[in-house]
């Protein structure tokens, strides 16, 4: 059945029984790709995660992202982190991701105003968007409106034709263009419009202004290679053996 509607279908969904109490999810990782898991808010224990999470790696099964449901309007939600895999170019028009990340924009901000009460939205977006820093989905006052300026950005909103519109942090912008090896997470260097761009910064960190200056500089990074293995052996990353895109780490201080 799958072979059959794979074609069809950019995504399709198979919703399984809980992973620790079936095999089936572990069964039906032979036709998927990737798995979502789904996590009860303030009750799934970390020990029964962390089984998961074992089980899965021993079967070589990649988690592409963790959804929280539950979620009460009036819970204390210290943090909002929101995985996101928007689409990619080689599929889409720039226009196609502008428009998808419009909707998620404008559809994250309802939900802020759900569970945050006050003006500061405690929310951090991480993963591949598939989109540099200074293109519209990202940067746009009708997209996620991420700014490089961390000043800006700690007014917390600015106004876009009479609308306000809450700002995002964009780090990445620092790793751009810097003096090393590596100066994004995606490399190409057959860019169909002819830039000489080469390395991409496809995959991004955006934080909600209150994390600024809670943000560790000194661990933020790409990250080229571990203790074990080099993601870039010479000038390009070792798509072969690894994913095309590079890993970033950040950290936040205190909470």
């Not at 998927?32 to 799934?44: C, D, M, N, R």
């Amino acid at each position: 059945l799958i072979e059959e509607v794979k074609n069809d279908y950019d995504y399709i969904l198979i919703d399984t029984p809980p992973v620790l109490a079936s095999f089936d999810a572990i069964l039906i990782s032979k036709f998927v790709k990737q798995f979502l898991v789904v996590v009860s808010y303030g009750k799934t224990k970390k020990s029964d995660f962390d089984e998961l999470v074992r089980q899965f790696n021993n079967n070589n099964i990649e988690i592409l992202g963790v959804i929280f449901n539950k979620i009460k309007k009036n819970s204390n939600v210290d943090c909002l982190l929101v995985v996101v895999h928007l689409l990619s170019k080689k599929s889409k028009s720039n226009e196609a991701q502008y428009n998808r990340a419009s909707h998620i924009a404008r559809e994250l901000n309802k939900y802020e105003q759900e569970i945050f009460k006050s003006m500061e939205k405690r929310t951090i977006i991480v993963g591949d968007f598939n989109m540099q820093p200074y293109e519209a989905g990202i940067c746009s006052g009708y997209g996620f409106n991420a700014t490089m300026s961390a000043n800006h950005a700690a007014k917390m909103t600015r106004e876009v034709d009479g609308e306000i519109v809450y700002f995002y942090y964009n780090p990445m912008w620092s790793l751009m263009g810097a003096n090393k090896l590596v100066q994004g997470t995606y490399y190409n260097s057959s860019d169909k419009d002819d830039h000489a761009i080469y390395w991409y910064s496809f995959d991004l960190v955006l934080l909600r202004p209150c994390y600024i200056k809670k943000f560790s500089w000194d661990y933020f990074e790409i990250v080229e290679k571990t203790e074990k293995y080099n993601f870039v052996p010479n000038t390009t990353i070792d798509k072969k053996k690894f994913s095309d895109h590079l890993p970033i780490k950040f950290e936040i201080l205190g909470g």
